[in-house]
């Protein structure tokens, strides 16, 4: 079982209530499906540009339990003609906000949530201990 954060853009607070994402992590999909078994969520967070908060955000939520942090795909991705593509999403600097959470929270990043683009599998950084125990 993984006890997963999930970390979303401002940008997209007040167009998405994480339903899909929500979706996906209860029945263990997408982005989710990286882990074994069921998950459950510890918290939610929303980032706010520049990003200064980020790895508080993180430290946060592992230590209200969370073994794994899962980043929302809006912030890497875009929604064109109905499907979702990989690049031009919310956030220019996710990878570089992903290493510094994993690095500085010492907690295991997971880029994607719901809506992954066709063929993009879910890059994990950090920790792996979550990975296998999960």
Known sequence: MAKIGIIRCEKNE???????????LAEGGQ??????GP??????????????????LGKIL????????????CLFAHKEEGRWL???GFC???DSLIQRVAREAEITCVKGTAHLPQG???EVSGQDTAMRES
């Open 14 to 24: 007040h167009k998405c209530p994480l339903t899909n994402c929500l979706k996906s």
């Open 31 to 36: 982005g989710f499906a990286v882990h074994q």
């Open 39 to 56: 998950n459950t969520l510890v918290g939610v967070f929303t980032c706010r540009c520049p990003g200064d908060q980020a790895v508080n």
């Open 62 to 73: 592992k230590s209200k339990g969370a073994e794994v942090i899962h980043w929302c795909t």
């Open 86 to 88: 990989a690049g031009d």
């Open 92 to 94: 220019q600097d996710v």
């Open 120 to 122: 993009y599998q879910p």
